[in-house]
C-alpha cells in the first residue's frame, strides 16, 4: 500500500520552463490536495479537488494550474517557472474534504533558476 | 496574515521527559485542531486531533488540549524519545473548511 505517490522528488528548473508535477493516490480518497512549504510559513494551500471533477483555489493559487485526472491522480502545473516557485510541494489525499486525517506524499523538491 | 501560531520555533527536551508544543489560533469559529509530524526529508503525519467541542484527547504517548477561552492547543509528548525529534504543525479548520497550518516547532531530543 504505497498511500500518496509524488514525481518527481527533486526538479531544478530555469526561469520560464514549465513542469507537472504529478500525484496519486491509492486509498480510494474523494479530496486530493496541492500544498507549497516555504521555511518559516508552514503549508499553504495551492488548490484542492473536494473530488472528481472538480477543483478549488486555495490560498495562493497564482501561476499554478491542476488537474484531477481521476479519481486517484492530481497533477500541479506550473507553465512559467519563477525563483519565487522554488518551494517543496506536497500533495496530500483524504476520504472527504478536512472532517479528518490528510494523508501526505514524501514532497518534490523544486528549485527555479 | 496567520491564523494559527507556534508559540516557539525550536524546542529542546532530554529523552525520557515530557515535550510541551504550544499552538495559538485566533478564529474562534474554529471546529476541528490537528496535529502533525514532519521528519526530515518527510511528508506531515498525522499525530492526533481534536474536536471543539472537547477540551482534551489521549493517544499513544499523546495528549492534545484545548483552551477556546484562549484560543490555545497544546500537544504533549510522554517519555520523549529520539524518535520524536521531528518539527511539529498545528492546523484548525475554519468555518470556510480550510485548513491552516502554523509555521511548525522543531522539537530535538537530547540523548
Known sequence: NAGVTQTPKFQVLKTGQSMTLQCAQDMNHNSMYWYRQDPGMGLRLIYYSASEGTTDKGEVPNGYNVSRLNKREFSLRLESAAPSQTSVYFCASSEQGYTGELFFGEGSRLTVL | ?111
Not at chain 2, 496535529?35 to 495528549?63: A, L
Not at chain 2, 520524536?84 to 498545528?90: L, R
Open chain 2, 1 to 111: 496574515g496567520e491564523s494559527v501560531g507556534l508559540h516557539l520555533p525550536t524546542l529542546s527536551v532530554q529523552e525520557g521527559d515530557n515535550s510541551i508544543i504550544n499552538c495559538a489560533y485566533s478564529n474562534s469559529a474554529s471546529d476541528y485542531f490537528i496535529w502533525y509530524k514532519q521528519e526530515s526529508g518527510k511528508g506531515p503525519q498525522f499525530i492526533i486531533d481534536i474536536r471543539s467541542n472537547m477540551d482534551k484527547r489521549q493517544g499513544q504517548r499523546v495528549t492534545v488540549l484545548l483552551n477556546k477561552t484562549v484560543k490555545h492547543l497544546s500537544l504533549q509528548i510522554a517519555a520523549t524519545q529520539p524518535g520524536d525529534s521531528a518539527v511539529y504543525f498545528c492546523a484548525e479548520r475554519s468555518n470556510d473548511y480550510k485548513l491552516s497550518f502554523g509555521a511548525g516547532t522543531t522539537v530535538t531530543v537530547r540523548a
